[in-house]
């Protein structure tokens, strides 16, 4: 069965004709070539296969690109028919997490496939455990180890990295969503490529941690899963789409949008301040509400409606008052919005309503 385990490179914009680019550390190579080397294994072969310098591996400033990673991360886990890559005391024979992907296929939303692929990860081993935990809208995936990856640490950041990485692309994958993380955190100390890990994780991250984990939006946990065995046939012929597919859909975004303007209308009046609240860029957040068939300006408007007519109806505010608190700049621009919802003043349709 094909592998899908996660190659490591971060997203890349595939819609346009630009190359890969040359981001990922090159320590996560040597880290392969440890593997090897420890399975009396000469890495020279599979690097240039790859088409990596052997050179670059004395470079700790070097990068590879997304390609590249894929090429030789693949013939590493065939050459020790181990998809874990030396991380554990027992090898991931070729399949295993193939097989992971397949079992939480028939889940019925996200949150039972990922509690599913974490219960089912430690059948495999007792190295690591992962666990699904949710706590004030937050959902946390949380790696704990047990044994020092490779047996002396020395693919510990490889490893947490990669079981990361994979369990995030998966779901991601399953809702066919993009999953914008809330932080990545990390119990080692920052590598010297640290400055990667938001383009890996596209999002922020965090060294030294008390734990190692990724976090996100709960509510993707309820979403319902988007694939059938069909698909899954077709993503593990190419496992490394899940993780550089740029998923333009956030199937809560629109939802996500909503509540920060509902919670903070004087704070999200341009879309520089809004996107960067939400973690994402003003083209990306642009783009996405428009795949899903709106704009921020429909949003905003629809928003300060809501806001402007609960507030006229619940409260004796003075008119001055409900446009700053529904977002306007000022009482004209609020009255002439509001008539043009309505066809009346905002004192009109108080007085009617």
Request: net charge positive; aromatic share 6%; with cysteine.
């Amino acid at each position: 069965m094909p592998n899908v385990n996660p190659p490591l490179q971060p997203q890349v914009d595939t819609a346009g004709p630009r190359a890969p680019r040359a981001v990922t550390p090159i320590a996560f190579v040597r880290a392969m070539c440890l593997a090897l080397e420890r399975q009396g294994q000469a890495p020279e072969p599979l690097l240039r296969q790859a088409q990596i310098a052997p050179s670059d591996l004395d470079r700790p400033e070097a990068r590879i690109n997304a390609l590249q990673m894929e090429v030789f991360s693949g013939l590493a886990m065939r050459a020790l028919d181990d998809e874990a890559l030396g991380w554990f005391e027992r090898p991931l024979p070729w399949g295993s997490y193939g097989m992971l992907a397949r079992a939480s296929l028939s889940s019925p939303t996200l949150g039972v496939a990922l509690r599913r692929w974490c219960r089912h990860h430690g059948l495999l081993t007792r190295d690591i455990t992962l666990g699904v935990d949710t706590a004030d809208g937050t959902c946390r995936i949380v790696l704990t180890e047990y044994r020092p990856p490779g047996g002396d640490g020395r693919l510990r950041e490889f490893c947490c990295v990669s079981v990361l990485r994979n369990i995030h692309g998966l779901a991601c994958w399953l809702v066919d969503s993009r999953m914008p993380l809330l932080g990545a955190s990390f119990a080692f100390a920052a590598p010297p490529h640290a400055d990667v890990y938001p383009l890996l994780f596209d999002g922020p991250a965090s060294f030294d941690a008390a734990e190692t984990a990724l976090r996100f939006d709960a509510r993707y946990l309820d979403l319902p899963l988007k694939r059938d065995e069909a698909a899954m046939n077709q993503m593990l012929s190419r496992a490394l789409a899940i993780q550089v597919r740029p998923y333009r859909r956030d199937r809560l975004l629109m939802q996500r949008v909503r509540q920060v303007l509902l919670a903070q209308p004087q704070q999200a009046h341009n879309a520089q301040d809004l996107a960067a609240t939400l973690n994402t860029s003003t083209r990306t957040l642009h783009r996405q509400l428009r795949d899903e068939g709106t704009t921020l300006q429909a949003l905003k408007d629809s928003v300060r409606r809501e806001l402007a007519m609960a507030l006229l109806q619940r409260s004796s505010r003075p008119v001055k008052q409900v446009a700053e608190a529904s977002g306007f700049q000022n009482e004209k621009s609020f009255i002439r919005a509001f008539k043009g919802w309505t066809g009346k003043t905002p004192g009109e349709w108080r007085e009617r309503s």
